[in-house]
């Protein structure tokens, strides 16, 4: 009967937590953007900028600004 | 007995044969323990690498949301501002809520990645406004002041809205007797007790006849009947805005807040604006002034 030694496989969760952000997504994200054939979509931090400053402009317009 | 040796049915194995298997029982076990690294690393790296691309291309709340932020008082952008009275602390708190927003407006508009300038409305309004009120300053001067403010923030969010929109910034000018009236609409010939209003862009050249040619913008009730202006309180009584002697002759009060000076842009309007020492601190020659603040 074989047993496993945990305390060492449980290394292997730090080699996939470094894994993805060394290697996996930047080749995600390239491989993204080749099939797309166009840049990629803002990200999440710019797309709720962008939906701030709309709802500023919107009250903005709303409130008397032209 | 002999060493390793074969004893009787049933009896203890000898010693090589028992370190041999415990050879064996650490490789499956190394065996074992590495295949385990690897399905854990292949899961862990799988979960993560979800959950950064949905991070990434969607909006799914993949954590708690943090709690929602207080709800932020309506701003009033209106030309002419429905406050019950034009006195300075209202004004002064309607000017803040103004410059607030077109800070929060621009720092939005820079990290959603728009071009914005290098040296944006924010800065430029911090360096100007964001004294905090003060009563014991409740002067004439003061007041004129958030009056600028009022305005050039209304500029700044119609600059951003035309950016955001791709169109045009086409500036409506305020009416030069008010600049919290309604928009100047009418031109009327200009003030004879008015000060004339030198260009920080050194567009000076026959500029008295300039003024007189296209006169100031004033809006309807203005044009039409005795003008309404707005009065600030001084030490040497109470004047329209434009009949103020102060210490620094404010750019935005001898332009009549851009009412009168139609051939300026809005670089040209936010730079007379904001920079509203630089006739104090330049001499003739645009070199700064060895005693300028």
Redesign the interface.
């Known amino acids: 009967m074989t047993t496993v030694d945990w305390s060492r496989a449980v290394a292997g969760i730090l080699v996939g937590l470094l894994l993805v952000p060394l290697l996996l997504q930047p080749l995600a994200l390239l491989t993204a953007r080749i099939v797309r054939r166009r840049p990629l979509p803002p990200t999440r931090a710019q797309r709720r900028a962008r939906a701030e400053l709309a709802a500023v402009l919107d009250e903005f317009a709303e409130h008397g600004g032209r | 007995m002999r060493w390793g040796g074969e004893g009787p049915a049933g009896a203890v194995p000898g010693r090589a044969s028992r370190v041999q298997g415990a050879d064996a ?1 650490e490789g ?6 590495t295949r ?10 799988v979960v ?2 979800t959950l ?2 949905l ?3 969607t ?1 799914l709340p993949l954590w708690p949301r943090r709690r929602r932020p207080a709800e932020r008082p ?6 002419a ?1 429905d406050l019950p009275a034009y006195d300075y602390a209202v004004l002064y708190e309607l000017a803040a809520r103004r410059r607030d ?1 077109l800070g ?2 621009v ?8 071009p914005l300038p290098e040296d944006g409305l924010d800065t430029a309004f911090e360096r100007r406004t964001g004294q905090p009120y003060d009563r014991r300053a409740e002067e004439g001067v003061d007041l004129a002041d958030v009056a600028a403010v009022l305005e050039v923030t ?1 500029i700044g ?2 600059s ?2 035309c950016l ?1 929109q791709g169109s045009t910034l086409v500036l ?1 000018p305020p009416c030069y007797f008010n600049p919290l009236h309604e928009r100047g609409t009418e031109r009327i010939p200009y003030p004879p007790d008015a000060f004339s209003a030198p260009d920080p862009e050194g567009h000076d050249g026959d500029q008295g006849e300039d003024e007189e040619d296209h006169g100031v913008a004033a809006c309807a009730a203005c044009a039409a009947g005795p003008a309404e202006p707005l009065l600030v309180w001084t030490r040497e009584g109470t004047f329209p805005y434009y009949r103020m002697e102060s210490g620094t002759k404010a750019v935005y009060q001898t332009s009549g807040y851009g009412a009168a000076v139609p051939e300026w842009d809005a670089d040209d309007l936010l730079t007379a604006f904001v920079e509203w020492h630089v006739f104090d601190q330049y001499d003739e020659n645009g070199a700064l002034k060895e005693n300028a603040s």
Do not use: N
């Open positions: 029982d499956e076990r190394m065996d074992a323990t385990a690294a690897m399905i854990l690393a292949g899961v862990t790296a993560v690498l950064a691309l991070h990434r291309f909006d309506v701003v009033d952008w209106s030309s501002p927003a929060r407006a720092r939005c508009a820079r990290e959603a990645g728009l209304r969010m119609r951003l809205a955001t409506d």
